[in-house]
């Protein structure tokens, strides 16, 4: 009999998540439906919205549900109202994409032999450069485990006039995970790394930050991701 340890990978389904994931299949309805069954899909979503929020210190309207976490830093990255990004040296490879992919400048800061951020060089780096910038800083890396200063980057970043979004998906589940305290304007977050099923993301936005659309549609997630909920 095997026994599975790697939960930083994925994490095995709760009881809990499957339980309510049968209840939702077996309900259906369209959330966006007027008639009962839609009612009450919708009424799953949005009371789902408010217990993720109530975890996180936020308000219901500020989590946006995605596809994966992998969209959720898409979304946050491609969509930021910045002409460049600075990026730690050690983020996931989909934010690293992500940033290069926007065709803006995209600068890196150093770690130390820790994998900690160097702050001194996310100050300087944000200082020389010119227009306003997106800061993108983990919260703990999925390789290292190293845990990151992410309070302090964000009062650099806003000291600068910048943007700081913050990849949570890995630290979730394994350490407290407040937005507010953080100090950040985005997060990502997955639910698969805390019992929840595959396929799941969420992108944490401070209230009032509008992002360009990465999936166009019907005015799903209020108006903010495209698709059936």
Avoid at 94 to 109: D, I, Q, S
Avoid at 201 to 211: F, Q, S, T, Y
Wanted: net charge neutral.
């Amino acid at each position: 009999m095997r026994t599975y340890l790697d939960h930083n990978a994925t994490t095995p389904l709760r009881p809990q998540a499957r339980k309510a994931m049968l209840a939702a299949l077996d309900a259906g309805g369209n959330a966006s439906s007027i008639y009962s069954e839609g009612r009450a899909a919708r009424a799953t979503v949005e009371n789902a919205r408010k217990t993720i929020a109530s975890q996180l210190g936020v308000i219901a309207p500020m989590v946006i549900f995605t596809g994966v976490g992998t969209e959720a830093n898409n979304y946050a990255i491609k969509g930021a109202p910045v002409e460049r990004i600075v990026v730690s040296a050690t983020e996931h490879s989909c934010v690293l994409e992500a940033a290069r992919a926007t065709g803006k400048p995209v600068e890196t800061v150093p770690v130390n032999k820790d994998g900690v951020i160097d702050l001194s060089a996310l100050e300087k780096t944000l200082a020389k450069g010119e227009g306003k910038a997106l800061v993108c800083l983990m919260l703990a890396n999925n390789e290292t485990g190293t845990i990151q200063p992410v309070r302090e980057a964000a009062v650099i970043a806003h000291d600068h006039d910048a943007l700081i979004h913050c990849d949570a998906v890995q630290a979730l589940g394994k350490i407290p995970v407040n937005f507010g305290l953080l100090g950040v304007d985005m997060m990502t977050l997955s639910a698969h790394k805390v019992g929840g099923p595959q396929g799941t993301g969420a992108l944490i936005l401070r209230d009032g930050l509008v992002l360009e659309k990465l999936i166009h549609g019907g005015g799903q997630e209020l108006g903010r991701r495209g698709g059936t909920e």
